[in-house]
């Protein structure tokens, strides 16, 4: 997802853009509440299975989020962000390094539960 770069956007477009991140972050917890408390009873696998695409999407909104608020500060202050790249860059790596864990602890239960 791009963000918006141009400085010339008005406000409201940035709270527009701002309010559908949050809509998508919400509606997002729902299904992943609706997913558990529906197919509690189903396994671990079929739990893994349905929720894995939410927690990765509520990981992406998380990252987008973060990132929209790095621009923020960039734009409040004068000039260029040095720091902004370093902030971006670790972001990136943390949202690459939980989504990596939550994959291959998905595949570990799945392959527990199959065995079971």
């Keep these: 997802m791009q963000l918006v770069t141009s400085t010339s956007s008005s406000p409201s477009a940035y709270r527009r853009i701002l309010l559908l991140l949050l809509i998508v972050l919400v509606s997002d917890i729902c299904w992943f509440m609706f997913c558990i408390f529906v197919f509690e009873d189903a396994g671990a696998s079929v739990l893994l299975l349905l929720t894995f ?4 999407l509520f990981l992406d909104t998380v990252q987008t989020l973060i990132k929209y608020c790095i621009h923020f500060i960039e734009m409040r202050g004068e000039g260029v962000w040095e720091q902004r790249v370093i902030y971006i860059y670790y972001t990136e790596v943390r949202h690459s390094m ?3 864990v939550y994959s ?3 595949s570990f239960m799945h392959d527990l539960d199959r065995t079971a």
């Design 53 to 56: 695409e939410c927690f990765t």
């Design 98 to 100: 939980r989504a990596r």
């Design 104 to 106: 291959q602890c998905s």
